[in-house]
C-alpha cells in the first residue's frame, strides 16, 4: 500500500508535527509513504524511510502553480490512500483525482470545524465532498462533522496525542527553582502553562 501524506508547508505546527510522527510510523511498520508539502524547517524530522515531494507553496495568488506540483507528486507516486491535512488540500486531492484519472482514497484530518476558505452555507457540503473518510480530533468535533451531514460511518474519533513520557522527562529535569526566579514566580504560587504558536486561534485570551 502507498499512502501520500500532505500538509500545505512543513513549518512549526502542531498539524504538521502529528502528521510527520505519522509517516514515520507508517514508514516503520514497513508502509510506502510519502510526504507532500511545501519546504519548511521539519522537513528534517521525516525518518529516511519517508519519501519527500516538495510542491510549490498552497497560496491563493498561486494555486494553479500548487495544483500542477501537486498533480506531478500524485502521477509519480501513484497512492492508494491521500491523507491530507485540511480542507483545501482534499478538494484539491479529488479534482486532481478525475484530472489524472487514478484512484485513490481521500481521508481528512480536518483541525478546523469549517472550511474557512469557503462561505459558511457551503462549508458542510464542500468538507462532504472533499473526502472518503473524516477523522476528527475531538469528541466535540466529531458531533459537530456528524451534524454536517457526515455519516457516523465516515467519521472517525482520533484525539491529537501528546507524548505526556518526554515532557514529564523533561519536567523531571528541569531546575525549577531557577526558572521560578527568572520568571518572578513565588515558590508558593500554582502554575498553569498552556502550549501553542501565539495566535488568536488558539484562545490564550480567554483561557
Same mark, same amino acid.
Given at each position: ?56 507553496? @498552497? ?7 500548487? @495544483? ?26 479529488? @479534482? ?30 464542500? @468538507? ?80
Amino acid at each position: 500500500m502507498r499512502v501520500l501524506i500532505c500538509g500545505e508547508a512543513l513549518q512549526l505546527g502542531g498539524a504538521e508535527t502529528v502528521s510527520i510522527d505519522l509517516a514515520n510510523a507508517l514508514a516503520r511498520r514497513g508502509v510506502e509513504v510519502a510526504y507532500s508539502a511545501a519546504p519548511g524547517p521539519l522537513e528534517a524530522r521525516l525518518a529516511a524511510g519517508v519519501r519527500i515531494e516538495r510542491t510549490p507553496p @498552497l497560496e491563493r495568488k498561486g494555486f494553479l502553480r500548487f @495544483l500542477r506540483g501537486f498533480s506531478a507528486v500524485l502521477r509519480g507516486f501513484e497512492p492508494d490512500v491521500v491523507h491530507v491535512q485540511g480542507a483545501t488540500l482534499a478538494l484539491a486531492a479529488r @479534482l486532481l483525482s478525475r484530472i489524472v484519472r487514478k484512484r485513490f482514497a481521500v481521508v481528512l484530518t480536518h483541525h478546523s470545524t469549517s472550511y474557512r476558505r469557503a462561505p459558511p452555507r457551503l462549508s458542510g457540503p464542500l @468538507l462532504r465532498a472533499s473526502c472518503d473518510h473524516m477523522i476528527a480530533i475531538s469528541r466535540l468535533k466529531q458531533r459537530q462533522f456528524l451534524a454536517m451531514g457526515f455519516h457516523a460511518a465516515s467519521v472517525s474519533l482520533i484525539p491529537n496525542f501528546v507524548d505526556c513520557r518526554a515532557i514529564r522527562e523533561a519536567a523531571d529535569h528541569a531546575d525549577r527553582a531557577r526558572l521560578r526566579s527568572e520568571l518572578g514566580i513565588a515558590d508558593t504560587e500554582r502554575v498553569v502553562a498552556m502550549v501553542g504558536r501565539m495566535i488568536p486561534g488558539k484562545g490564550f485570551d480567554v483561557f
